[in-house]
């Protein structure tokens, strides 16, 4: 079911700042994920060698000998 008395340009001047809103939210998104992407491909980022934890104990099950 549809409203009957549906007023186009009423309801865009109500919804004005939330859309401007979810546009200004998807830039910064875009800009994020390309920033991360380049520090990916620099190598600029986190390396996995000082992502893992070494010094960790390794747990083994029971059949594991």
């Known amino acids: 079911m549809s409203a009957p008395d549906t007023?186009?340009?009423?309801q865009k001047s109500r919804?004005?700042?939330?859309?401007?809103?979810?546009a200004v939210v998807g830039?910064?998104?875009?800009?994020?994920?390309?920033?991360?992407?380049?520090?990916?491909?620099d190598g600029e980022g986190p390396l996995?060698?000082?992502m893992?934890?070494?010094?960790a104990p390794v747990l083994q099950?029971?059949?594991?000998?």
């Open 7 to 10: 007023n186009i340009e009423k």
């Open 15 to 22: 919804h004005r700042f939330v859309l401007i809103g979810f």
């Open 27 to 41: 830039i910064f998104a875009a800009a994020m994920f390309l920033l991360n992407m380049g520090m990916a491909v």
């Open 48 to 50: 996995v060698e000082e």
């Open 52 to 55: 893992v934890d070494d010094s």
């Open 61 to 65: 099950g029971e059949g594991a000998d």
